[in-house]
């Protein structure tokens, strides 16, 4: 299997108020192409760290990441933000959608860079927006629809651009138990179905057990597969 | 959808906000274009014909020395010179000395007045031949006609204050020009009632081209060198702006108030886009993890402030372009707006005001008046403002500035060299409030813009 | 009960960067109200110190100005035995003719201007009280010499001791300069008023000057020179009314000044709105809980006026601080109604300064005033929710 994801001996240290906190002392991982991937650990093992450095959104402070056969540590920030439009789809905790943007638009959002015709554009949003199931929604804007909704917009907006990797960071953390279960439904389909390659960092097991592979961080490291933390 | 889209989005995503600073930038527009107006009007008045050769001749020492009539026939046998003729400023007062019943009053010849200013007709030729034959009857420029209702046949009476002695004037002709705004009266009639010849305070000489006005100036200056009465000879623009050069400095006066006005709504608009830039800190953030580049994100915020400061200002040069050169129109908006707030603004004060306790009866009553107030208030301010704009359009008569302010204000009519100004102001504002802004956007990191938490 | 304004200072000076701009751009439209009017002022200033209680000036009936006046050598016999006129030390009657003359001299600056040219009697001096001579010496009668004011020697050429100037067919002499405290004699010429008259090729006079021996013969001599038939054809005047009238010139100014400043405010009160509207707006859980705490609408209201009331303060503040440079900076200008320049200087004075704070803080509290409101209407369930 091709991998989509490689790090090695990845670390990052960062000043908080004078002091060195150590947010990731060595991270290794391959995230195979089409794998649905959960990370899991507590509070401070550097699960969204990871994460944020794979989408190309923080860098490492030593060791190598590549991503889609890019080197991140490589490439400028402009680069950077190229290829996250081309290849890496992100959904957030909080949605983010943009408020004075109805649902359509916002999914449109990221296909504005893509060098797409204009009709060409809204056909992709509507599919995506018809892939979420709310394509009866698409000129509503975000406040008139509920958090589970918000949060199926934002997956619209992340599989836009066809990326081939989606990225996740507590996307159920703001969700009902319903919606929540909606949501990751439509991860699993984007994974089976579409052959995504899905990386979600959640601390919350249920929305794991949705995932193909879960592995778990400990200060900084990643544990062997199928080795969870003490006392978790 | 397109950037743009997003962008004008963006820009009216707080239509309050967008609207204020508007408001603001438009104000500020009309004032500098205002401004800029009333310093053209003064420093290069219109109908002022550059391409026509003429020449003021004058006492050396000041306007208020006078010069001996024998000057016009040794001027005239100069080369190059096509017709001459005396001009004499009577001054004087018609009906009281208020400011806006004066007006410019001239001695001069008639037939040789209209030889010199080729520009201005009599309104019927036969207007000329009854001037010759009346000696005690003027002309009055058209646009004085106007401002004051004079008529042919009207009979005027213009005190003396330099001379000792009032003119008994019959109205004969109406001056057709650029700009006639003066009264002519014959000059040997204020010869007869002097009983004496009266000096010449200029004369103003047609030359038969431009390159031979330079020549004339000095040889007439040299003409009467060294005599009782030494004349300064000028074009007749440099003789215009040596008025304005006495008011003083106005231009750096007029500049440096433009500049303070530019800096203020500078600073305005600049903090309402850093204000909106800032709560949506989440929201740059979020463009940039989907893929906008630095440059992206600077290009929407610049563009988000062109398009407030483009609201703006259009709406200033749009005020300064069609309303300010009414007086009417001038009045019955500001007017309407005056009574929207003059109603609107307290009935929103009781709304708030009307305490809300009390039991019962009482109580319910209060509440249904404030429920009242809240649904027609705005309603009815609006309706008010409204209804007064209109009447006021339908009352108000149709004068122009000169009339409206007493002779206070020549013209509010905004040249288009003035409009372009707006347009470069408008669009510096725009880039100038947005900039900064839009720099700090395009270096913010991802991270730190998700964990703002505004 | 009210909320105290420490709570809403506080407020102000924790989004100092968003409030000062506000207060900054409030402070120019101060700075502008208050450097335009000083520049009126100083104008009028100009006039007002140039009459004197005593002196009477007597001009021909119909004449408006000194300039298109005329008074005959015979009428300055007539007037000169009038009773009631002070004697001075030299035990002559104090009447002084005059003779105001315009002549176009070059310029420090560049190019040229109208200089108002006095011709005066050695009564002239002596009557004017806040006049001295600061350098040289009195003009002798019969001669070419000049006095030149202070305020001249600032705009003209020519104008130290021992210089010479042309005026209309010969040379002058500088003989002196005088101070005449600020006031429109200040840019003047000064000669011989014979002597003027014939370089300046006219019989008459201009004007008379009569000094009154006390304030309460003043009112008097007007009358006497009214009802004295071989005197009438004049007009007497207290010279102080003369000169009062002339401050009307400095009305197009003030009216530009006032015009300019609320136009100016204006913009500045949508900005102080905007601020406002920001502030209620990241403010409105503080507003609901301060309400649940039991504070009435009215409170809010009051509470955020005050806030707004304490930017335009602040504005009106800075703008008069801002202004304060350009007091003293001298100008010149041209009196219409001698047809010649005047030199003054922009004054500004406490009142002044008072007034363009009072300004600052209404630009304030009218800005302030529809965002107080929307804050005293805020739901308090809204309220509540909103800072969750």
């Known amino acids: ?232 | 959808m397109t950037l743009l889209t997003y962008m004008a989005k963006n820009a009216f995503g707080n239509p309050r906000r967008t609207a204020l600073t508007g408001l603001s930038l438009a104000v500020s527009l009309a004032l500098i274009l205002v401004l800029q107006t009333i310093l053209l009007e003064i420093t290069k008045p219109t109908g002022l014909d550059e391409s026509i050769p003429r020449i003021v001749v004058r006492h050396r020492t000041s306007l208020t020395m006078q010069l001996p009539r024998p000057y016009e026939a040794k001027l005239r046998r100069l080369p190059g010179i096509v017709a001459i003729v005396p001009f004499n400023w009577f001054g004087g007062v018609w009906k009281d000395d208020r400011f806006e019943n004066f007006f410019p009053r001239f001695g001069t010849e008639p037939e040789k007045y209209f030889q010199v200013f080729v520009e201005n007709s009599p309104r019927d030729p036969a207007m000329l031949a009854a001037w010759k034959a009346t000696k005690n009857g003027c002309f009055v420029g058209d646009k004085l006609a106007a401002r004051h209702g004079f008529k042919v046949g009207d009979d005027l009476i213009i005190k003396g204050d330099i001379y000792p002695v009032d003119l008994e004037l019959k109205v004969v002709g109406i001056l057709v020009g650029p700009k006639c705004e003066e009264l002519l009266f014959r000059l040997d009639y204020l010869d007869d009632l002097l009983g004496e010849t009266t000096r010449a305070g200029t004369y103003f000489v047609l030359a038969d081209s431009g390159p031979r006005v330079d020549v004339l100036l000095p040889e007439m200056e040299a003409m009467f060198r060294n005599s009782d009465a030494e004349v300064k000879a000028e074009t007749e623009q440099s003789f215009a702006l040596s008025f304005v050069e006495m008011l003083g400095n106005i231009k750096l006066f007029i500049n440096a108030l433009v500049t303070v006005v530019v800096i203020a709504v500078l600073m305005i608009a600049a903090s309402t886009m850093s204000l909106a830039i800032r709560e949506r800190t989440r929201e740059v953030a979020t463009l940039k993890a989907v893929g906008f580049t630095g440059g992206h994100v600077m290009f929407l915020i610049v563009g988000e402030g062109m398009v407030v400061s483009m609201v703006g200002g259009g709406l200033g040069l749009l005020l300064a372009w069609f309303v300010l050169p009414v007086p009417k129109y001038f009045i019955s908006i500001g007017a309407g707006i005056l009574t929207l707030a003059v109603i609107g603004l307290p009935l929103l004060l009781v709304s708030v005001l009307l305490p809300e306790t009390g039991r019962g009866w009482y109580r319910r009553g209060l509440a249904r008046l404030r429920a009242a107030i809240e649904a027609y208030g705005p309603g009815l301010s609006v309706f008010a403002g409204v209804m007064v704009t209109l009447l006021l359009l339908q009352a108000m008569p149709s004068q122009d500035w000169v009339a409206f302010s007493g002779g206070m204000i020549q013209s509010m009519t905004v040249r288009p060299e003035t409009m372009y100004l707006g347009v470069a102001i408008t669009l510096i504002v725009g880039l100038g409030s947005s900039l900064w802004p839009a720099w700090s956007a395009s270096r913010l990191s991802v991270l730190d813009g998700l964990r703002n938490q505004e | 009960m009210a909320i105290p304004l420490k709570y809403n200072l506080r407020h102000v000076a924790r989004r100092w960067k968003t409030t000062s701009t506000t207060v900054l751009s409030i402070g120019l439209v101060v700075a502008v109200f208050v450097s335009v009017l000083s520049l009126a002022n100083g104008l009028s200033q100009a006039f007002v110190a140039s009459g004197d209680p005593l002196n009477v000036l007597v001009l021909r009936k119909g004449s408006t100005a000194e300039t298109n006046s005329t008074v005959r050598r015979a009428d300055y016999y007539s007037a000169k035995f009038l009773p009631g006129i002070a004697t001075g030390s030299d035990g002559l009657p104090m009447v002084a003719v005059e003779t105001i003359n315009i002549a176009s001299l070059a310029k420090l600056s560049g190019g040229s201007s109208n200089a108002a040219i006095r011709g005066i009697s050695p009564a002239s001096l002596t009557m004017r009280a806040g006049l001295t001579l600061t350098e040289g010496r009195m003009v002798a009668p019969g001669l070419n010499e000049l006095l030149v004011g202070a305020g001249a020697t600032t705009r003209f050429k020519n104008t130290k001791l021992g210089d010479t100037i042309r005026l209309v067919k010969s040379n002058w002499k500088v003989v002196g300069i005088f101070d005449a405290s600020r006031s429109s004699f200040d840019s003047e010429f000064w000669g011989d008023v014979e002597q003027l008259n014939r370089e300046f090729d006219r019989s008459m006079y201009s004007s008379m000057v009569l000094r009154a021996v006390s304030p309460e013969a003043v009112e008097m001599l007007i009358n006497t020179v009214e009802t004295t038939q071989k005197l009438s054809n004049l007009k007497a005047q207290r010279e102080v009314a003369y000169y009062a009238e002339q401050t009307k010139s400095s009305a197009p100014i003030q009216f530009l000044g006032v015009m300019i400043s609320v136009i100016m405010a204006v913009g500045a009160t949508f900005a102080a709105m905007n601020a406002m509207y920001a502030s209620v707006a990241s403010r409105a859980w503080e507003i609901a809980t301060l309400r649940v705490l039991g504070f009435s609408r009215g409170s809010i209201l009051l509470s955020f006026s005050l806030e707004a009331l304490a930017i335009g303060f602040l504005g009106g503040v800075i703008g008069g601080i801002l202004a304060l440079p350009i007091n003293g900076v001298t100008t010149g200008t041209t009196n219409y109604s001698s047809f010649s320049e005047i030199a003054f200087a922009f004054q500004i004075t406490p009142g002044l300064l008072v007034s363009g704070v009072v300004f600052a803080s209404i630009i304030g509290v009218v800005g302030g005033f529809l965002p107080a409101l929307q804050a005293s209407r805020i739901p308090i369930i809204d309220g509540l929710k909103s800072g969750s």
């Open chain 1, 1 to 232: 299997m091709p991998v989509a994801a490689r790090t090695h001996e990845l670390s990052k240290v960062y000043t908080l108020s004078a002091a060195e906190v150590v947010a990731l002392n060595g991270a290794t991982i391959e995230v195979e192409r089409g794998d649905f991937l959960a990370l899991m650990g507590p509070s401070g093992s550097g699960k969204s760290t990871l994460l944020h450095i794979i989408a190309g959104i923080d860098r490492a402070s030593s060791g190598t990441c590549e991503v889609l056969g890019y080197d991140l540590s490589e490439m400028g920030e402009t680069d950077l933000a190229t290829w996250r439009n081309q290849y890496v789809g992100f959904v957030f905790q909080s949605f983010n959608l943009v408020p004075v943007l109805s649902a359509l638009e916002n999914v449109e959002l990221p296909l504005l860079l893509t060098g797409l015709k204009s009709k060409e554009r809204r056909r992709q949003a509507e599919m995506a927006l018809d892939l979420v199931g709310l394509a009866d929604r698409m000129h509503h804007t975000p406040r008139q629809l509920s958090g589970g909704q918000q949060q199926r917009i934002a997956v619209a907006r992340a599989i836009a651009a066809d990326p081939q990797l989606i990225l996740c960071d507590e996307p159920t953390g703001n969700l009902d138990a319903q919606s929540a279960d909606a949501v990751l439904g439509m991860f699993r389909t984007l994974n089976e179905k579409l052959g995504k390659t899905i990386i979600m960092v959640t601390h919350d097991p249920h929305a794991a057990s949705s995932a193909r592979t879960v592995r778990y961080l400990e200060k900084g490291k990643l544990l062997p597969p199928g080795q969870k933390p003490q006392d978790w």
